[in-house]
């Protein structure tokens, strides 16, 4: 009687299953990391857009001495409370007043919002009107070949996922940004920088921008009978 063999996987032949399985699995968790970071992104972008609304609320609902509207100045203690010197703000580059806005603290990955307002704008003895002029601009690169938006009020930012340069919601500092461009959403200065994002070796980027212009602004404050 001929013996009844049972042929199996040679050791070969399971190492090459295992290579395959693992190309699968490897795909597999690279994309589901992808879909997170770009769902985390998603949330990110609309409580940026939450932020620029509610910036809109406080301007429409505070007014300065002269009856004119306002906006607040950035928190730069990390309280949540906006920072002043009197009817000026001790500084013009901070985080996002998230108490005074009644806001969450912090983007997607667990850091604070950067918020850059101009002086113009949020002085509670003279509030902004139809001719306050704003020096805020946001271009798509360090250089400023190209700008996107001049003459603003306001600039949000998110440091995105890797958060150099950020404040987590702890209220320490992260590592510096390492970039030209990431660098400049960093400095404290009135130019930023917004594009779509950029590995890294290439001028890595990912913040995450919104901003506001005089022209809305103006808009908003005129339909809520704040202006002229």
Not at 26 to 33: D, E, I, K, T
Not at 130 to 154: D, F, H, M, R, Y
Request: charged fraction near 15%; glycine fraction near 10%; charge should be negative.
């Amino acid at each position: 009687m001929t013996p009844n063999y049972h042929k199996g996987f040679t050791l070969f032949e399971l190492a090459i299953v295992l290579i395959i399985i693992s190309i699968l699995a490897g795909g597999l968790f690279v994309s589901l990391g992808a879909q997170i970071e770009q769902q985390q992104r998603h949330a990110t972008q609309q409580t940026l857009n939450d932020i620029r609304d509610a910036l809109l609320g406080f301007a429409a609902s505070h007014y300065a001495t002269d009856g004119k509207p306002y906006l607040p100045c950035p928190d730069t203690d990390g309280d949540g409370i906006e920072n002043r010197n009197g009817v000026l703000c001790t500084q013009y580059s901070g985080q996002i007043p998230w108490s005074d806005l009644g806001l969450g603290n912090q983007d997607a990955w667990g850091n604070r919002f950067d918020y850059r307002v101009e002086k113009a704008f949020s002085q509670r003895d003279n509030g902004f009107t139809l001719a306050s002029n704003a020096t805020i601009k946001v271009c798509e690169q360090a250089t400023c070949t190209t700008v996107l938006g001049n003459g603003l009020p306001l600039v949000i930012l998110s440091h995105g996922p890797n958060g150099l340069g950020a404040t987590n919601s702890q209220n320490k500092l992260l590592p510096a940004a390492v970039s030209a461009d990431e660098i400049e959403n960093t400095n404290a200065d009135a130019i930023f920088v917004s594009h779509t994002p950029t590995p890294i070796g290439t001028n890595e980027f990912d913040d995450l921008l919104v901003w506001l212009s005089p022209n809305t602004l103006y808009n908003r404050m005129i339909a809520a009978g704040r202006l002229p």
